[in-house]
């Protein structure tokens, strides 16, 4: 989980970094929920991307996490 984290952080491809962050989400909201306290601020920290489409698909993150 934290190497997608880190990959998604460092990739400058949009597409690549969407990719990363939808693995990490199908983790932790479909299969293993217990680490949303783990990696929630890590998962937030990507709502202050330059790139629009990573911003808002944070916000759809957390609307499903909660």
Avoid: G, H, S
Wanted: net charge negative.
């Amino acid at each position: 989980m934290a190497e997608l984290l880190t990959k998604a952080a460092v990739t400058p491809n949009d597409q690549l970094k969407l990719d990363y962050l939808t693995k990490v989400k199908e983790i932790i909201v479909n299969r293993q929920p217990a680490l949303l306290d783990n990696f929630l601020d890590e998962m937030l920290n990507f709502q202050l991307d330059n790139i629009p489409q990573v911003r808002i698909y944070i916000l759809e993150f957390i609307e499903e996490a909660w």
